[in-house]
């Protein structure tokens, strides 16, 4: 599969030279006027050289700042590879983003044009700062700004050798986006990535997926494009690989477009593999102790059988019956055809990882950053470790520093934060990037987080506790949603946490409570308080469900005083 990336010099290249390989094969689904739609590569070739004649001729060229604000649809990678092939730097934006993100964005990048989906998210962006083009997917007008519509733009009929001859002289070197990071502890900054990292990137995926043996794949496509982790992952790398893209109509949809799909292989962060868990153990609790029993003996044999445990005899022969009547049943909500789920964005606690596993849906866990392309290491199909976030990519070197940070080199490395030199000096050093994460590699080379370097927790005697464990214990409760822990320079650990649909302060206290039996005396959670949920709306969580810590501080501060004073 390696031998596929090599030749490739830039990512416009590497799109439509599947375009011109691939012309009849399925490549983009959406659903769109109450039915899916497919697209295929040679349709994608023609419709991204058009929207690169039409972007042209409107004036944008290379080293241009360009915002796309858009849901996921198949829009969104035609406009991309279009900007790409004329050089320009694609800016991907949350649609989440208030009208203070985009103002910030485009103040930062100097961005002066945007593609925007729909009137109101274009409304947004003109309302951030001036503009001098605004492109709109839905062919719309607003007043004040020069606007050019989608199907104006693509009214070039020809092919796409003139395009693509063009795009394959553009150096592997060259700025191909800047993402702007999540801003958990702050403004986001713009990471700037090259055509080569990403590739790099999707190199070393192409290793990393060879355990699955993908063919003809079906990927359901539910996390922002605009997160760096979908951007290279379900924007270039599937694709290129011959995967079918399927967009989901949102995560409000997410359960019925598994239904409707029936995807293969699928990415999914541990928020929502968590909210899964809660919620079938809740309905399992509201069923006969019988069928209770055989749920939880299925998923404890499956885990067994998936960590290669030696099963008992009774365990073999019941192995098959459980299969069929629990595991298969609860794998068909998935569609009942997926092969793999990669999991990555926030630690995936080993007690949800081993419920999936029980039931046979495989979990790759993997680790990355924005400023690494962003897949730094996965597990893989037949050598997955629970606990750990698998091994590095090949390309990819990993190295652990005297105070346990990770620091991580390679093709994969950003060139910078744009415009922000001593920002980026601090981080990459000697060529190698310092994550701000705390972690061990073990003699297999597995590598293991442990936390935030920053969120390290210090108690008032001298103590570390990591909050990102605890959390991930709490949220691991059925009673527990959602948890965030404090305690920096305090006598003891207390928890702000959100009760889970059903379950009352009593419920919550008993899983509290049941979480400290698992701990050291210095991790205890002392206090702690129910408050409303962290959600994207009241800015407490990001467009990928991380909590935003320092906008949790902010709101809930009478709370913490009472709770630690």
Known sequence: MTDQYPAWPNLAAMMFGRAREWPDRPMLRAFRDGDWYRLTWGAFGHLAAAAARGLREAGIGPG????IVSENRPEYPIAEVALLALRAVPVPTYVTNTVADHAHVLRDSGARAAICASPD???RVVAAGPLDLLVTLDDFTLPGVRTLAWSVLLRSRDGFDDIAAAAAAIPPGTLACIIYTSGTGGAPRGVMLSHR???????????????LHLRDEVYLSFLPISHAYEHTAGQFFLVSIGCEIVYARGVEHLAADMLAVRPTIMTIVPRVLEVIRARILAQIARAPRWRQALFHRAVEIG??????????????LLDPVLERLVRRRVRARFGGRLRAAMSGGARLEPEVWRFFLGLGIELLQ??????????ISANTRGATRVGTVGRPLAGVEVRIAADGEICVRGDLLMDGYWQRPAETAAVIRDGWLHTGDIGSLDADGYLTITDRKRDMIVLSGGENVAPARLEGLLAAQPAIAQAMVFGEGRPGVAALVVAADGHDDMAVAAAVAEVNKRVSVTERIRRHALVPPFTIEA?????TQKVRRHVVLEHHRTVLEGLLG
């Open 64 to 67: 241009d700042r360009v915002l």
């Open 539 to 543: 800015g407490t969580l990001t467009a």
């Open 121 to 123: 998210l274009a409304a």
């Open 366 to 375: 993997g680790y990355g950053q924005t400023e690494a392309g962003p897949v």
């Open 303 to 316: 885990r067994k059988r998936a960590e290669q445990e030696r099963l008992s005899f009774s365990e073999r």
């Open 197 to 211: 990292a990403i590739l790099s990137n999707c190199r070393g995926a192409a290793v990393m997926v060879e355990s």
